[in-house]
């Protein structure tokens, strides 16, 4: 039987006797996902223990919350919300809040008009969290969110001193990894498209691709580098003028499966063999990975734990808004196939 104790048991006590955070306490009252097996159950004993009993109905009737949080996309070209990426990210978000009580927003922010609108609707209690995709490095509405208090998680970062919270994945590592497998298999005239290069994520995958080739003594040069913009045609595109102006090189990092894929068209188109000739390596390991011809040798991001982790850290911020900023940094993984 439950010992009661004199007076009205607190959020506090409940989380002082279970030896956990209040934000956590208050996750396992909300049954939210990304809490282990046993801190739910070290909560659960405590609240049956003090016999405490969640106030949700003054809870909701002071207006505290929304139960909803908001996914927002700031790219500004139309044409990549066509990319698998997106898609993905949106489901595995999607998912991780499945268990629990809040609803998914999807909207788009691309001007400074629209910025200032989102932010005056996300402050007005119309949603509780925010997570940010695309996030290019000038874009001011992560410190705009940050500013008027609303807990912010992004999905990458604008820089390496990025101060908001955010999920991300090893690029440089992926990069390096993927580019060292090329020259472990005897390449040695390595060209790279790069995603754009006023994004963070681009320039970890330039660098990783660029500390791969250093460390094997390669010097770098100009006319091996090429940027697209993570679309199948910037792949293509690029690719067919790295062939023109350097016909030697005998392998291809593309810092996306889409831009990869594009690789394969134009290496076809340029009578190039994969991966005899050139071989070909791409970064995410999208489904299309597993559809191209030759299959895709890629970097794997494992997008669906990016996805849980930022629904995680959101949730936390949300119930306890003095905890620090995270920043967290996902493993990659290289996956064999044909292509290389």
């Known amino acids: 039987m439950s010992r009661q104790r004199p007076g009205t048991p607190t959020l506090e006590e409940v989380a002082a006797l279970a030896g956990v955070g209040r934000g956590t306490v208050s996750r396992v009252i909300n049954n939210a996902a990304g809490v282990k097996d046993s801190t739910r159950r070290a909560v659960q004993r405590a609240i049956a223990e003090l016999g405490y009993v969640p106030n949700l109905a003054a809870r909701s009737l002071a207006g505290r919350r929304a139960d909803a949080v908001a996914l927002v996309m700031t790219e500004p070209d139309w044409r990549l919300f066509g990319e698998p990426f997106f898609s993905e990210i949106v489901r595995s978000v999607g998912d991780a809040l499945t268990e629990t009580k809040v609803q998914l927003l999807l909207t788009l922010v691309r001007t400074d008009a629209e910025r200032q609108r989102f932010v005056e609707y996300a402050r007005g209690g119309r949603v509780d969290g925010v997570m940010l995709m695309s996030v290019h490095a000038e874009d001011p509405l992560p410190d705009m969110l940050a500013d008027v208090g609303l807990p912010t998680v992004m999905l990458g970062r604008r820089s390496g001193e990025e101060s908001v919270t955010y999920v991300d994945a090893d690029n440089a590592g992926g990069a390096r990894t993927a580019v060292a497998h090329l020259l472990g298999h005897g390449r040695r005239t390595i060209a790279t498209v790069t995603g754009p290069l006023d994004m963070y994520v681009a320039q970890c995958r330039l660098r990783g691709y660029r500390e791969a080739l250093e460390r094997a003594g390669i010097e770098v040069r100009p006319s091996w580098i090429a940027e697209g913009d993570f679309t199948e045609e910037s792949g293509r595109r690029a690719t067919a003028g790295l062939v023109e102006r350097a016909p030697e090189i005998d392998g291809v990092f593309a810092a996306s499966d889409t831009m990869a894929a594009g690789a394969l068209k134009a290496l076809r188109a340029a009578g190039r063999r994969v991966p ?33 982790t930022m629904v995680r850290l959101l949730l936390e911020e949300m119930e306890d808004s003095a905890v620090a900023w995270r920043h967290v940094i996902l493993r990659t993984e290289l996956v064999l196939r044909d292509s290389a």
């Open 276 to 308: 005899e000739d050139v071989a070909v390596i791409g970064f995410d390991d999208f489904p299309l990975a597993q559809h191209t011809d030759p299959k895709l040798t890629t970097v794997r991001q494992p997008l669906e734990e990016i996805g849980r």
